[in-house]
């Protein structure tokens, strides 16, 4: 028997819902239609690649993703999951509610094809290009100082877009996450909270709902909080869940309860 944290964090006005467990099991508890937006930075199935490649970057950095073990599945197990995810996330948006998934560049194709299959309407793959990424390797080939992300509409075309009558780039620059923002824990894929700010704020209204089911060390969820959303998020990772749950609650202004209860592995 182990201590697991199986329902993160409950507010008094249910603001914030934080689940440990797995994405599409905790999407299927969610009520259909109840979700205004989605922001979600989900595994780029990479890690094998990487690892094939024998990259020097676990020396480089102790917190490697591809060395963490939750982005190692087979690439047609990973399709499947991110089918259900698909699936799942069209059930609980809202019609002409938007998502934007990060997603590395060489893997953008197969998730429009999903996501199409789901009455999802692709709107355009965006870059984010970090200010200030890691020098690797800099004298043998070009920096990767870039990550894709994609916009989608469920069923609909068009929906919520709060550009105050400017015209907005589907081109992002932003430093990397900042130390400040990674002392509850880092996480190896963490994004700055400005670049989960410029989606929120564009992408939805205050008060309405923003589900994060790939949560991470938590961004979405303060961000949401500075910008007056409403929160759901999901992580399956024990160690990385209790750190956003440690850091969202640092932006709380009421306290926070979480229930611990034993399960089995």
Same mark, same amino acid.
């Given at each position: 028997?182990?201590?697991r944290?199986?329902?993160? %964090?409950?507010?008094?006005?249910?603001?914030?819902?934080?689940y440990?467990?797995?994405?599409?099991?905790?999407?299927?508890?969610?009520?259909?239609?109840?979700?205004?937006?989605?922001?979600?930075d989900?595994? /780029?199935?990479?890690g094998n690649?990487?690892?094939?490649?024998?990259?020097?970057?676990?020396?480089?950095?102790?917190?490697f993703?591809?060395a963490?073990?939750?982005?190692?599945?087979d690439?047609? =197990?990973?399709?499947e999951? #991110?089918?259900?995810?698909?699936e799942?996330?069209?059930?609980?948006?809202?019609d002409?509610?938007?998502?934007?998934?990060? %997603?590395?560049?060489?893997?953008?194709?197969?998730?429009?094809?999903?996501?199409s !299959?789901?009455?999802?309407?692709?709107k355009?793959?965006?870059?984010?290009?970090?200010?200030?990424p890691?020098?690797r390797? %800099?004298?043998?080939?070009?920096?990767?100082?870039?990550?894709?992300?994609?916009?989608?509409i469920?069923?609909?075309?068009?929906g919520?877009?709060n550009?105050?009558? !400017?015209?907005?780039?589907?081109?992002?620059?932003?430093?990397?996450?900042?130390?400040?923002? !990674?002392?509850?824990?880092?996480?190896?894929?963490?994004?700055?909270?400005?670049?989960?700010?410029h989606f929120i704020?564009?992408l939805?209204?205050? =008060?309405?709902?923003?589900?994060?089911?790939?949560?991470?060390?938590g961004?979405?969820?303060?961000?949401?909080?500075?910008?007056?959303?409403?929160f759901?998020?999901?992580?399956f990772?024990?160690? /990385?869940?209790?750190?956003?749950?440690?850091?969202i609650?640092?932006? #709380?202004?009421?306290?926070?309860?979480? =229930?611990?209860?034993?399960?089995?592995?």
């Open positions: 028997m182990t201590k944290m199986v329902v993160a %964090m409950e507010l008094q006005d249910d603001r914030v819902r934080l440990n467990g797995d994405c599409i099991e905790k999407m299927k508890q969610l009520a259909p239609k109840s979700i205004d937006l989605i922001i979600t989900p595994p /780029y199935n990479l690649f990487m690892r094939d490649r024998q990259t020097n970057l676990l020396k480089m950095r102790k917190n993703f591809g963490a073990g939750w982005d190692d599945l690439f047609l =197990d990973w399709v999951h #991110m089918n259900q995810f698909f799942q996330a069209h059930r609980i948006l809202k002409r509610g938007a998502m934007i998934i990060f %997603m590395s560049l060489i893997r953008v194709e197969t998730l429009v094809e999903l996501a !299959k789901h009455k999802f309407y692709y355009t793959t965006g870059i984010w290009h970090k200010l200030n890691m020098p390797n %800099m004298n043998l080939h070009f920096i990767n100082s870039v990550e894709g992300w994609i916009y989608f469920n069923n609909g075309k068009t919520t877009f550009n105050q009558n !400017k015209a907005i780039h589907d081109f992002i620059e932003t430093g990397a996450t900042p130390a400040s923002e !990674k002392k509850y824990g880092s996480h190896p894929t963490q994004k700055p909270e400005i670049l989960y700010s704020d564009i939805s209204n205050k =008060d309405e709902v923003v589900l994060d089911p790939f949560m991470g060390s961004t979405a969820g303060v961000v949401c909080k500075q910008l007056a959303r409403k759901i998020g999901i992580e990772n024990e160690q /990385y869940f209790i750190n956003a749950s440690n850091r609650n640092a932006t #709380m202004e009421q306290k926070v309860v979480t =229930d611990i209860k034993e399960t089995r592995r």
